[in-house]
């Protein structure tokens, strides 16, 4: 006998997935657990591929590879995927808040005003867009910003003993800045640092998150150390500009996060270049300096943001640029950088 559809089984398309590799995570589909709900059908195979993010970079060669494995065996017809997403965990975060976060990730430098807030707050938008469950706590509380940038000034209350806490652009976000007066100077001593950071994460209803970005201040004082001393960080993310300068000082803030023993997701940097009407790129800052900082460092560098008026516009009347801009440069940039964090987190949780 030599009926085609009747060597087609669970276990010969199981066998034929577990040859596709997951590129980031470097290891197969199916021992990965990504291979769900498969169902054959006469010489119809479908299955859905539950990835680590739905930001996932890569999820159009995944699909492909996938889609390519099955298509060769004998006997189908037709191959229906669907892409689905569970984010791990580390467990870092979820044991201190009793909340369901999945995973914190800072955005940071020993410097300030080098576009800090403005990844974690393009970042975060991107994230919730593509599906992801995010919220971006504003630590930066000597001067909070992120109110500003994402163009909201309130949040809509309380329930009870938490605070609710404000949406924009599909991402929950909480900040001192809604807790002050505006243009009040906001002077802290160590506890009561401590406990206004501890209840952002206890006493906010975050409900599930994926992903909690934080937005930390410039600098690697006692406060900076404190801050990410109470946030049980999955990983951060580096920014620094191209020059010399920066990079000591964000090199500082990357060392402060080893000593944590948080892992260094990456290196981004900003306000690379210029792009000009004619199409060349101006360095203003220098060059390559943030790879140089992450070759040393041994981390990876993510990429690297350039210079654009429209940052800075956005940013003061609260349309990020990957809404405002979302074809840009810029905006294009600061989207992958997006995808890769997710799936440096992937990977990281994985581990
Ligand atoms: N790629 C860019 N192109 C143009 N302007 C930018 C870019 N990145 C950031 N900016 C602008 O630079 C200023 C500083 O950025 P931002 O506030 O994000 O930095 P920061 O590191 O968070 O600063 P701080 O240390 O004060 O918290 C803002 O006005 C912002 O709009
Ligand atoms: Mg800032």
Known sequence: MNNKAESLTPETVMATLSKVQDPELKKDLVSLGMIKDLLIDGGKVSFTIELTTPACPLKAKIEADARHAVEALDGVSEVDINLSSSVPSDGRISTLS???????????????????????????????????????MDADIYGPNVPTMMGVDSIPGSTG???????????????IGFLVQ????????????????????????????????VDLPPGTGDAQLSLAQLMPLSGSLIVTLPQKVSIEDARRGLEMFRTLDVPILGVVENMSYLEL??????DIFGQGGGEKLAREAGVPFIGAIPLDPHVREGGDVGVPIVVSHPDSAVAKALTSIAQDLAAKVSIQAMR
């Open 277 to 282: 009407p004619d199409g060349d790129r101006m």
């Open 182 to 213: 505006p243009g009040q100077p906001l002077i802290w001593r160590g506890p009561m640092l401590h406990s206004a950071i501890g209840q952002f994460i206890t006493d906010v209803e975050w409900g599930k998150l994926d992903y909690l970005i």
């Open 98 to 136: 009793q909340q369901m976060i999945r995973n914190a990730v800072a955005v940071a430098s020993g410097k300030g005003g080098v576009g800090k807030t403005t990844v974690a707050v393009n970042v975060a938008v991107v994230l919730a867009r593509l599906g992801a469950r995010v919220g971006l």
């Open 161 to 175: 003993e938490k605070l609710v806490p404000a949406e924009a652009y599909g991402v929950k976000l909480m900040s």
